[in-house]
């Protein structure tokens, strides 16, 4: 439930009924694109300054992975909140991945 969670932006999507949210900070060290791949349904933010950023794209991840869901966004070197709402789940698995080379 989301009682007890400081959203850092309020979600687009209302909380659904049973939903779980929850937000932790990362940091960037260099600037480029970056993918945030979870392993559940959950809305996934990227917040910085009090705002959400805007993804550059979004998609399921590969069948048979664990991954449900993937969305890149391109970053600047700097702190950002993640945050994730309307899970059903009360654990995600969340992996950051930095540009690749």
């Given at each position: 439930a989301k009682e007890g969670v400081t959203l850092a932006v309020t979600p687009p999507k209302p909380a659904g009924e049973k939903t779980y949210a929850g937000t932790v900070a990362f940091t960037v060290p260099a600037a480029g694109p970056y993918r945030i791949a979870i392993d559940g349904a959950a809305w996934?933010?990227?917040?910085?300054?009090?705002?959400?950023?805007?993804?550059?794209?979004?998609k399921h991840g590969p069948n048979c992975s664990g991954i449900h869901k993937?969305?890149?966004?391109?970053l600047?070197?700097?702190?950002?909140?993640?945050?994730?709402?309307?899970s059903p789940a009360a654990t995600v698995t969340v992996l950051v991945v930095p540009p690749q080379s």
């Open positions: 996934i933010d990227v917040v910085a300054d009090g705002k959400s950023l805007d993804s550059t794209s979004h993937v969305v890149d966004f391109g600047a070197a700097g702190t950002y909140q993640l945050q994730l709402t309307n």
